[in-house]
């Protein structure tokens, strides 16, 4: 334990995702050795994300006003909706440059053993999307591990009085793993090759 | 310090770092042991999908002060694959999980019994021929007399009179009159009935059974087990009824596709599993007063 307001650094960024008790006290002591700029950089751009960017009443992902980008571009296909478990899951999928629709952002997946139900993730809003009949199909790209699978097969049942068509991203895919890991190429092509749901 | 092996179900998996993950699996001869999976994350994984949820693996571990370390895994039988595919019987299925892992509190402990249950369980389920939360609720009441909670169903858990017509939680099920606490629920004969069914592996009578009986037989299971684990099960109030259309009581015809050669020790798995199917009450009676310990192979 270190004195008052080291061990409260220390704390704050052990709370962290992926930050151990070590790499806490090994980043809060590069902290304390930096040059005072660079840690006020850190800090503004800390306060600036806080402050400025917010979740899109739209599709949930990260934006900078209202509404995302990707929602405001009117270049963009509004029949069909992506849907991922997050924002970063977006940023993968635009890398591929195969989709040119629009996102929904659910903010994770259903985990009943984390107690995470269909009611804590943004499917309301996503049945609210779809309720003008404008948007004609769905894609699930979910991760391709038990959640994410789980999460689909729900989603896939829910929309199915609506008669959409509802795809899954192609294996190839490698199960067991995380969306955002997935290269380019992969991703691509399990975009091209992405199989109808029928539940 | 050294390599070890052992075959088991995965239970929970949580993140670790960038790429890691710890996994916790119920094995066969160790109990409970949480381990790392070091890039499983990675899609280029060697691990792939053999470490998710539900997997019967077969394992090597290297066995460390703090954390074991996952060192080969091959998959024995992916219930998870089948069970996902079908929201009610994977919400069932994660109940069950959950449960075991609350049924296992120190970890390394051999339980035995509670893995064999665990895995007729998943069989059970990814067969496709029984509602699957009487499965969950089969797999709870065996579960809590593996674990020496049996609830007394037949006799007066306080006095063994024949004649119980009130469940008390905290009495040990059910109770007569004169033993009856105050505030003891009045369960329909027919949902006893059930419960009996459930605990010996009757499912005849357990799939005849009327749908508002299944629903207080899981009420009272539910509420019966939750007092015992002195826990909540988390995902309990996320498990879906299967509504009725759908339950069709033919066994689905992708059984058994793609699922490997049997595991080894087949004739204890059989054996375990059967309860889950039809065998005799005497067996669910033997459980009777056994503790997780007595489970050293
Ligand atoms: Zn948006
Ligand atoms: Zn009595």
Redesign the pocket.
């Known amino acids: 334990m270190y004195e008052g307001v080291v061990q409260n650094l220390i704390d704050e960024l052990g709370r962290l995702p992926g930050v151990g008790p070590k790499s806490a006290q090994r980043i809060a002591f590069h902290l304390l050795a930096a040059d005072p700029a660079d840690v006020t950089r850190l800090t503004e751009a800390l306060r600036e994300v806080k402050d400025k960017v917010r979740f899109?009443s739209?599709?949930g992902?990260v934006?900078e006003a209202e509404?995302?980008r990707?929602?405001r571009d009117a270049r963009r296909d509004t029949h069909v909706i992506c849907v991922v478990e997050e924002p970063k899951d977006v940023v993968a999928i635009e890398k591929t440059r195969e989709f040119r629709g629009r996102?929904h952002v659910l903010g994770g997946a259903i985990s009943p053993i984390e107690g995470v139900g269909p009611d804590d993730l943004r499917i309301r809003e996503l049945m609210q999307r779809l309720a003008d009949g404008e948007v004609t199909e769905l894609i699930l790209a979910t991760d391709p591990n038990l959640e994410g699978e789980a999460t689909a097969t729900y989603l896939a049942r829910l929309v199915k009085p609506m008669g959409l068509t509802v795809t899954r991203l192609a294996s190839g895919l490698p199960v067991g793993g995380d969306l955002e890991y997935a290269d380019e190429v992969t991703l691509g092509r399990a975009f091209e090759g992405r199989r109808l749901l029928d539940v | 310090m050294s390599l070890y092996r052992d075959e088991g179900v995965v239970l929970r998996t949580q993140k670790l770092g960038e790429a890691d993950r710890i996994v916790t699996i119920l094995t066969r001869r160790s109990g409970r042991v949480r381990a790392a999976a070091k890039g499983i994350r990675k899609t280029k994984s060697r691990f792939g999908a053999r470490l998710e949820p539900f997997t019967h693996v077969d394992l090597q571990l290297y066995e460390r002060r703090s954390l074991d370390l996952i060192t080969q895994a091959e998959t024995l039988r992916p219930y998870g694959e089948r069970l996902v595919f079908d929201y009610p019987r994977y919400t069932a299925g994660t109940a069950m999980l959950e449960t075991a892992e609350k049924l296992t509190p120190i970890e390394k402990e051999p339980a035995l019994r509670q893995f064999l249950l665990v895995i007729g369980g998943l069989r059970t389920l990814v067969e496709g021929g029984h509602d699957p939360r009487l499965v969950l609720d089969a797999y709870f009441l065996r579960s809590l007399a593996i674990a020496g909670y049996a609830p007394s169903l037949e006799e007066c858990a306080r006095c063994g009179e024949r004649t119980g017509r009130a469940f008390a939680i905290a009495a040990g099920g059910m109770v007569c009159g004169s033993c009856r606490p105050p505030g003891s629920a009045s369960p329909a004969e027919a949902t006893v009935g059930l419960m009996i069914a459930l605990l010996r592996g009757d499912w005849a009578r357990a799939d005849s059974s009327e749908p508002r009986h299944r629903l207080e037989c899981s009420g009272l299971v539910a509420a019966y087990l939750q007092w015992h684990l002195e826990h909540g099960i988390r995902s309990l109030k996320h498990v879906e009824r299967e509504a009725p259309s759908e339950r069709s009581g033919r066994p689905r015809d992708e059984v058994g596709r793609g699922v490997s050669e049997e595991p080894s020790a087949t004739v204890e798995f059989e054996r375990e599993a059967a309860g889950f199917g039809r065998e005799a009450p005497e067996r669910a009676a033997s459980f009777h007063g056994m503790t997780l310990n007595n489970d050293h192979e």
């Open positions: 899109c739209v599709c992902n934006a509404q995302c990707i929602c996102y």
